[in-house]
């Protein structure tokens, strides 16, 4: 057996073989994909010396798993849907493996209904924020678009207007022509 531990996971009889390989060896072997409760089966029965012979599980816990997946099958599966390789893993992992992702199966026990929905509200409460955030940002980048374009439109008008400078007064003589005398 390759595991000798009471907490945790289960005796298997697969030996040093991760369950991916075992599927795919099983997939070879049958031709087809097999569901997570064969693998299990194969995973956790000890090989029989005659066919005939009963099953001997590893451990009664884990043949008590396998049987209450049956039973949870038979008794909320309606007899006109097929139990396709999707189905059978969504529903193994709903009523046998549990929750997935949050630490030891202790801390998985612990939390509630109460926990979950409360955190299922902040999820949505961060999801939200964070739209709007992303709204923002889009604003205000909007923003700074239409104040850059503004910026060069302006640099292009200041550049195509006509420099002035003071006329250079060189001749004399026209100076003399334009002077009035305005006493009386």
């Known amino acids: 057996m390759a595991r000798d531990s009471l907490k945790g996971g289960s005796l ?3 030996g040093a073989k ?3 390989t075992i599927a795919r060896e099983m997939e070879k072997e049958l031709g087809r994909t097999p569901i997570e409760p064969e693998v299990f089966k194969k995973t956790h029965v000890r090989k029989k010396e005659d066919e005939s012979n009963p099953d001997v599980w ?10 209450d997946f049956h039973k ?4 909320n599966l309606d007899s006109s849907v097929q139990l396709t390789p999707e189905l059978s893993t969504q529903i193994w992992k ?11 199966s202790h801390q998985a026990e612990a939390l509630d209904g109460v926990q979950i929905a409360a955190m299922s509200d902040q999820i ?3 999801t939200t924020t964070l739209a709007e ?3 923002k940002i889009v604003a205000e980048q909007e923003s700074m678009s239409e104040t850059v374009q503004q910026i060069k439109e302006q640099v292009i008008n200041l550049a195509r207007r006509p420099t002035t400078s003071a006329p ?8 003399e022509d334009d002077y009035v005398d305005l006493t009386p």
């Open 168 to 175: 250079d007064n060189t001749d004399d003589e026209s100076d």
């Open 124 to 126: 949505a409460k961060l």
């Open 58 to 67: 590893v451990e009664e816990r884990v043949e008590r798993t396998f049987n």
């Open 18 to 20: 991760t369950v991916g």
């Open 12 to 14: 298997h009889t697969e």
């Open 94 to 104: 709903e009523k046998v493996s549990g929750l997935e992702g949050i630490g030891s």
């Open 72 to 75: 949870y099958v038979a008794e």
């Open 133 to 135: 955030s992303e709204r």
